[in-house]
């Protein structure tokens, strides 16, 4: 599964930022996709996952402001990001587990400064 994801940028803070996430096969054949992000010194950590089956998980620091969504016509999903806040700033990348493996995009750079 090759993996390009998109929409990363500069944005101030309480600012939104949406990115997509295109997946070189058809998602709803995926097990679950979802987006990681890392900052500088810091671990890569979960943000969201969305299953095959619709199902959502949230990290407790971005419930209420994250939502992950997909369109499966154009094999694609997406991560809107509202109110962002400064510790909100990393690089993001797009996963997808399928066949009991992990596949990842390039990653895209979230910086929120004013």
């Known amino acids: 599964v090759q993996l390009q994801a998109s929409g990363g940028g500069l944005v101030q803070p309480g600012g939104s930022l949406r990115l997509s996430c295109t997946a070189s096969?058809?998602?709803?054949?995926?097990?679950?996709m979802g987006w990681y992000r890392q900052a500088p010194g810091k671990q890569r950590e979960l943000v969201t996952t969305?299953?095959?089956?619709?199902?959502?998980k949230y990290a407790d620091s971005v419930k209420g402001r994250f939502t992950i969504s997909r369109d499966n016509a154009k094999n694609t999903v997406y991560l809107q990001m509202n109110s962002l806040k400064p510790e909100d700033a990393a690089v993001y990348y797009c996963?997808?587990?399928?066949?009991?493996?992990?596949?990842w995009g390039q990653g895209t750079q979230v910086t929120v400064s004013s």
């Open positions: 996963n997808a587990y399928y066949l009991l493996a992990n596949y």
């Open positions: 969305i299953t095959s089956g619709g199902s959502t």
């Open positions: 096969r058809n998602i709803l054949n995926i097990n679950a």
